[in-house]
């Protein structure tokens, strides 16, 4: 008989529960969210698992690589189909969800989702912090531009290097004034300092990363692009067509359909959000920036324009750059707007 397991984690304790081919549960238990913890745990059953299922979350790659290691058939499963697959429970709880996991995967009713590798996932950290360091740095000077509008004092347009400069220029003669700027000063320049240090550490990245110097190949898909891009593929063979790509990243529109009612909505928004907002950019860039080498991808997507408005264009043209960029990848080929994929696809 066949076995299959559920897995609820948190962050101290996870959940397991299995269950047997008809359902029934077996064993259920709380164990620490460690590695060795569940793998001793498994081991310890007295019977093989077919399958076991573990939701996506922050632990969950750390968890499935060391479990997958140890010979054990763990999958990941998307969270936003367990999510819907246990709204009819009418009591939440962690115990519930590792049950409904179980049984999802003795059903065979769940989604796999493609667990990252190392290498990729330390790019999305580095880019991640990238974001979080050029959020707070933006919020800060909006920040003294409020403050010092208030009083008159008008900041205007300045570069990133004389913002400094510029604020006690404005505040001189403000004693007040000068105390709260500053501490933000101080702030602000911490900030910078730390930009910088990321925006040195990505270009250097890029020119380790072949498949970064591919993808920048492409008018429009500088280095930040390229590594997101790259990153959250990761393994390119994984899509069986070049065309998944538009609909993995939320870049296609919804569709309902039921009994007389049939329409299209909007995209769907699901997938990697840092994704679609870096192929919107690149879409942005090709079509406002007189770039060379993009002239039917431009045309395609300015007739678009003409016809539905620029956003919904530039929307059409990120999902069209994420097909051209995976096929790129999965061939090993450098953009060319003469080849007769890249026209294809135009």
Known sequence: MDYYAGIDVSLEYSSVCVV???????????VASEPEALIAWFGAVGFGLARIGLEAGPLSQWLLAAMRHEGLAVELLETRHVRDAFKAMPVKSDRNDARGIAQLMRLGWFRPVHCKSLVAQEVRAMLTARKLIQSKLRDVENSLRGILR??????????RSGFAERIREL????????LVTGGLLSVHAVLLREFQAFEKAVRALVRRDAKARLLMSTPGVGPIVALTYASAIDEPGRFSSSKQVGAHFGLTPKKYQSGETDYSGRISKIGDAAVRTALYEAAHIMLV???KGCTQLKS???????RAGMKKAKVALARKLAVILHRMLADGTRFNAADKTMAAAA
């Open 20 to 30: 047997d081919a008809s359902g029934e549960i077996v064993r259920e238990t709380k």
């Open 150 to 159: 208030g009083f008159g004092l008008k900041v205007g347009l300045t570069t």
């Open 171 to 178: 505040v001189a003669g403000h004693e007040n004034l000068k």
């Open 289 to 291: 920036k007189p770039l």
């Open 300 to 306: 395609w997507a300015m007739r678009i324009a003409r």
